[in-house]
């Protein structure tokens, strides 16, 4: 299910969800413009790789050369294709406006980065062994997506939804088209660890983070207000 856009409004303008489309696009524009072996090395020393984070940690098993804690930062704006910034920036487009428009918009910064930051740490503790780099925004917007999930339940998303060999566009609640999302996560963060269990090299997509920015939202969401002016908003 791909979502193409929701019906919640909102009363301020996403200044931050802004920016970071932009700064995410930006990063990615200037990734692209490196020779391909420059751009590898640039990867791997801005993404989030298990082992030289818990180097730079000091709870690494062994020495680890280059560790460092860096990249729980940068990772969450750099993305490996075309297809993989799209994805993300137009979730964020499409669910980011509504949190930031609840949070106010430094709080909604601070909800961001923070989901990133889960989001690796659970990477991280479930790939502890590995040695591949992992960039992208995807679990800082797992977090939108958990907080737009507890707050926003009932809205609707029109999503594309594929028949067989046909596509068609329904409205469907928030809650089953992010549940389905963070189940999908999970059910598949299960099926890849037995797989890499035993690997120190193991790609692909990072589930895990998935799933740990998406539950740092639904718990984040809870602790923080809902900013003062809109709140009046609903009392007049």
Do not use: C
């Not at 920016?19 to 995410?24: D, E, K, P, R, Y």
């Not at 997506?145 to 507890?150: D, T, V």
Request: glycine fraction near 8%.
């Amino acid at each position: 299910m791909i979502p193409i856009r929701d019906d919640t409004p909102r009363y301020s303008t996403p200044y931050v969800n802004y920016f970071l489309i932009a700064l995410n696009v930006l990063v990615f524009l200037f990734e692209i413009s490196l020779a391909p072996p420059t751009r590898q090395a640039f990867i791997f020393q801005f993404g989030v790789t298990p082992v030289r984070v818990l180097g730079a940690l000091g709870m690494a098993s062994v020495n680890v050369p280059h560790a460092s804690a860096v990249p729980l930062l940068t990772s969450m704006f750099l993305h490996a294709s075309w297809l993989h910034l799209i994805g993300n920036m137009w979730v964020l487009w499409i669910f980011g406006d509504n949190i930031e428009d609840y949070l106010g918009h430094f709080p909604y910064l601070i909800f961001y980065l923070v989901s990133g930051f889960a989001a690796s740490a659970l990477h991280i503790l479930l790939n502890s062994s590995s040695n591949v780099p992992s960039v992208g925004a995807s679990g800082a917007i797992a977090g939108i997506m958990g907080a737009y999930f507890l707050l926003f339940p009932s809205a609707r998303v029109l999503t594309l939804v594929p028949l067989i060999i046909f596509f068609t566009f329904i409205w469907l609640p928030a809650w089953i088209v992010l549940g389905y999302w963070f189940v999908l996560q999970f059910l598949s963060g299960a099926a890849t660890a037995i797989a890499y269990s035993n690997s120190t090299s193991g790609g692909g997509i990072a589930f895990w983070a998935h799933v740990g920015g998406f539950v740092a939202g639904l718990v984040m969401i809870k602790l923080m207000p809902q900013r003062l002016n809109r709140r009046a908003r609903y009392m007049y």
